[in-house]
């Protein structure tokens, strides 16, 4: 069965701050995505990863796939209140299957 | 922007009752998912359907789950006999190989089952 975990679970901080999320797993994933979610609302694609070593920028949040594909980060720099949510990173199997194996997100709280 | 629709936004129902969520995929697209997130929970896969048919499914799709394309544009999960730990948020998205595969959602139907 492949897993994927993120951590931290839960981050609170002071806006200004950076942060940094990860996704780990022991399974190598064809592409790797993250999302953001609000509560009641669907995922929100923020970015797709697709090869090993990649590096995706979207305004303050840098995305990384890492070498071997098995595991990502996501950093926020200077964080603000409207960055506040749930991150979730989802993968795809290398097979021909496409269905998502997801992480159970990190939930980001930003405090002014 | 093209999105996924989803009604209703929330449906309650009495156990063993049958319910049927309705989706609207992305009008190009040709892969279709339906997930899962109980409260609290990971988002879970359900099962895709790609050409009419089921393409895979979950451990969690049993029998009392099935999915239709009964047009060109709807994509429907019913559930056959409600149960109380089917509450949860259920998401559809669809995907194509023109956006390179990558799953849009809709803004999913949460069920509560009493």
């Given amino acids: 069965t492949q897993l994927l975990e993120q951590s931290p679970q839960f981050l609170s901080i002071q806006e200004g701050e950076n942060l940094t999320v990860y996704c780990n797993s022991s399974s190598v994933f064809s592409s790797l995505q993250w999302y953001r979610q609000e509560p009641g609302e669907g995922p929100v694609l923020l970015v797709t990863v697709v090869t090993g070593g990649e590096v995706k920028k979207l305004k303050r949040l840098t995305f990384q796939f890492g070498d071997a594909r098995k595991d990502s980060s996501l950093h926020i720099t200077a964080a603000q209140p409207g960055d506040t949510g749930l991150y979730l990173c989802a993968g795809k199997n290398a097979g021909n299957n496409r269905k998502l194996i997801w992480g159970l997100g990190t939930s980001l709280a930003v405090n002014p | ?114």
Avoid at chain 2, 6 to 11: I, L, R, V
Avoid at chain 2, 30 to 57: A, D
Avoid at chain 2, 99 to 108: E, T, V
């Fill in chain 2, 1 to 114: 922007e093209p999105e996924v629709t989803q009604t209703p936004s929330h449906q309650v129902t009495q156990m063993g009752q049958e319910v049927i969520l309705r989706c609207v995929p992305i009008s190009n697209h040709l892969y279709f998912y339906w997930y899962r997130q109980i409260l609290g929970q990971k988002v879970e896969f359900l099962v895709s359907f790609y050409n009419n048919e089921i393409s895979e499914k979950s451990e969690i799709f049993d029998d009392q789950f099935s999915v239709e394309r009964p047009d060109g544009s709807n994509f429907t999960l019913k559930i056959r006999s409600t149960k109380l730990e089917d509450s949860a948020m259920y998401f559809c998205a669809s995907t194509s190989s023109g956006s390179g595969f990558i799953q849009y959602f809709g803004a999913g139907t949460r069920l509560s089952v009493l």
